[in-house]
């Protein structure tokens, strides 16, 4: 985005910017091509976000450079005639020059998304957030207060009422890190709707049972998310997709984000630097610090 906005395109520019590199590498900047065979019969050395060939886009660093890809990217769709009234997927093919004109139109509603998000809240580090657990739990009863976060049933919420009171209750206590997790989120969206925090706090044997990571070590290392919003969440839909976004920059190596296979079912995908993916249902969106000790880089 940051290339796109150096050349002073617009937001449509950028969302077929990113809806490109979903399609090429799932936002990843991958070292390797995907072994296509040119019509010389030699495979083809395309790398990167964009998977870019070195005829047409010069060396290897400069292709490795996600800056410099995006700028080649952005001024060769500034040069195709039009652009702003095609079909995104078709003017991206244009740049791209792939075999199926139709292949990024999946990747166009996770691409929006993610771009909107970006946009909405200038990076979820933007507005920077403290580690006290007492002044985080404050605030997000505040947000509980005023109708902006809630619960489901059983209700998760008192975990974080019992904080802000100073509380240690055995069994029922939600790591910080879940806590600014929340904190964030809730400067994405005007509501968030939570499931489950510490299953052991309400005596929950479900999912992964005990070997949770909102059950084991105290409980309180997850957070599952079922509306953003208003709408319900898969893990696939576009409010997922935003919030995975928005959270991804700041988490420790080593968090996770559940629902990676309800991505795939629905034909979206979206990469990740921090946060491994992994199985989960289909019914909200699962994140969890329980395989980490690193810390959020959002203070």
Not at 39 to 46: F, K, L, N, V
Not at 143 to 149: E, F, I, N, P, Y
Not at 191 to 218: K, L, M, P, W
Request: aromatic share 6%.
């Amino acid at each position: 985005m940051n290339a796109a906005a150096e050349l002073q395109l617009p937001t449509e520019a950028q969302t077929i910017g990113v809806m490109t590199a979903i399609g090429e590498s799932t936002l990843r900047n991958l070292d390797h091509g995907d072994n296509a065979i040119n019509p010389d019969g030699t495979i083809a050395d395309s790398v990167g976000l964009f998977q870019q060939r070195e005829r047409g886009y010069g060396p290897l660093a400069d292709r490795m450079d996600p800056f410099k890809a995006a700028t080649a990217f952005f001024t060769r769709l500034m040069g195709v005639p039009g652009w702003r009234t095609m079909e995104p997927t078709l003017a991206a093919h244009a740049v791209q020059i792939n075999l199926d004109p139709n292949y990024y139109t999946p990747f166009y509603a996770p691409a929006t998304a993610i771009v909107q998000g970006l946009i909405s809240t200038g990076g979820a580090g933007a507005c920077a957030i403290g580690g006290n657990a007492v002044q985080l739990a404050q605030q997000l009863v505040d947000a509980a207060d005023q109708g902006r976060l809630i619960g489901s049933t059983p209700d998760h919420i008192k975990e974080i009422r019992w904080i802000a009171q100073g509380q240690a209750v055995p069994d029922c206590g939600v790591d910080v890190r879940i806590l600014q997790v929340l904190v964030l989120a809730l400067q994405v969206f005007d509501q968030v709707g939570v499931s489950d925090i510490n299953r052991r706090c309400t005596g929950q044997i479900e999912g992964a049972g005990t070997a949770s990571s909102h059950y084991f070590e105290g409980g309180g290392l997850a957070v599952d998310f079922y509306r953003l919003n208003g709408q319900g969440l898969t893990g696939a839909d576009g409010n997922s997709l935003r919030l995975i976004s928005a959270l991804d920059p700041v988490m420790p190596d080593g968090a996770r984000v559940g629902q990676v296979e309800c991505r795939a079912e629905a034909g979206t995908t979206i990469g990740t630097t921090h946060f491994t993916q992994f199985d989960d249902t289909c019914t909200h969106l699962h994140i969890d610090v329980g395989f980490t000790d690193g810390q959020l880089t959002a203070g």
